[in-house]
């Protein structure tokens, strides 16, 4: 058995991509390791989001080049092929995301097989849920769908991954079964924008399309929703038919949580970033959604420092989180990464003052985060159970997501494992994490 090292950067989005890429070489008898092996081939798969990703990404490829490696790229970065070849003369492939078959042919062609025979690619271009999961067992990412319809003149997710491609209703059914089949407890639905799934195929009224639902993420979520015991939406835009969405949480189909990125709440940014929607309504929404949902999740991300943004406009971002009291919150400073249409704008400001920015909204958030994490303590909350770190047990509940958001750091657990509903009592929390007492297991959740 020939062995590939492996090296995932990025997103949810991208970490998919590398569990098809992953899955399909065991299929052709790879052994897969992790970073810093001996492996003779390393497929690294980039992301150049922004420019600190593209650092990271460079820095891997760099590392394996002078472990004197032979170096596959794919993923984002690698749309940017002629760039990276003419930085890299010793690159050996390149392709960009989603891209399994030539990451396949590529690193068999490496390791002298013959690529005459593969695997059948009609297998791989379908997502299985038998795929090889590079998160612990009992939760797994549905990206539901690809690329991205907006013109935010801050991203080049459009250029990277194209236009908006959604996939059946059919095929995220059968894999969202398979998932659970083996294990999964939580699927975590994630794309570019969420709450259009379905639109490029006119909800599965597109030419051709033999499905007897409306292929929407309603019905979508619905069919989900008897499929696995949690259910989350990441990356939903604040369109008005998310209150529907809210609604079915209220009806207890789907995890109260919603990762909504704002990008900002001052209105000239926002024109200037061309978003679709404005601050005042996304308040507007949010208000009714927690008058339905007190409990309602919400975490959102934001940019500092975009072109042209005044200290006027981060005063109103933090009157914003004033007044939204958003539970989690993620700040970035603006990158000037190639192709962004932004960069063209006047105004830019120094990395200075963009990161003195980021601490203020950082800080400000910080108290906000800590009051909604207060309201829990007294009360006993369902947690799943991730695993331990340091001889303590950890979980998260209902309103955290893997990874991004807090924990709950739990006393007197007893025979848990990765996976498990458990009942914990709410003793204390910081700005970031729940301190709670093991109760007992939950039992009836499939």
Partial sequence: MSTVSYVSLGCPKALVDSEHIVTALADENFEVVGENSDAGVVVVNTCGFINQAKAESYAAIEA???????????????????????????????????????????????????VD?????????????????????????????????????????????????????????EEAQALVENGVKELLLIAQDLSAYGLDRQYGGKRGSVSSYREDIFTLCKELAGVAPWLRLHYVYPYPHVDKLVEMMAEGQILPYLDMP??????????????????????????????????????SNFIVGFPGETEQDIDLLLKFLDEAKLDRVGCFTYSEVEGARANKLSGALSER?????????????????????????????????????????????????PDIDGRVLIEGAQNVKPGDFISVEIKSCDDHDLNGDYLGHRIGLR
């Fill in 64 to 114: 394996a080049m002078e472990n004197e490696q032979q170096v596959v790229v794919t993923g984002c970065l690698g749309v940017e092929r002629e760039e990276l070849l003419r930085r890299y003369p010793g690159l050996k492939f390149v392709s960009g995301p989603g891209d399994t078959v030539q990451v396949v042919k590529a690193v068999k062609s490496l390791n002298g097989e013959s």
């Fill in 117 to 173: 025979r593969l695997y059948d690619p009609a297998l791989v271009g379908r997502d299985s849920g038998n795929r090889v999961l590079l998160t612990p067992e009992h939760y797994a990412y549905l990206k539901i769908a690809e690329g991205c319809n907006h013109k935010c003149t801050f991203c080049i997710i459009p250029t990277m991954r194209g236009p908006l491609t959604s996939k059946t209703l059919g095929e995220l059914l």
């Fill in 262 to 299: 704002l990008q900002h709440a001052s209105p000239p940014i926002l024109k200037a970033m061309k978003r679709p929607a404005s601050s005042e309504k996304t308040l507007e929404r949010i208000q009714s959604w927690r008058s339905k949902i007190p409990n309602l999740s919400i975490r």
């Fill in 353 to 401: 003052e963009k990161l003195d920015r980021q601490d203020i909204v950082y800080e400000h958030q910080a108290m906000i985060s800590h009051k909604r994490l207060a309201r829990h303590i007294g009360n006993t909350l369902e947690v799943i159970i991730d695993g331990e770190i340091d001889n303590q047990v950890i979980g998260r509940t209902i309103f955290d997501a």
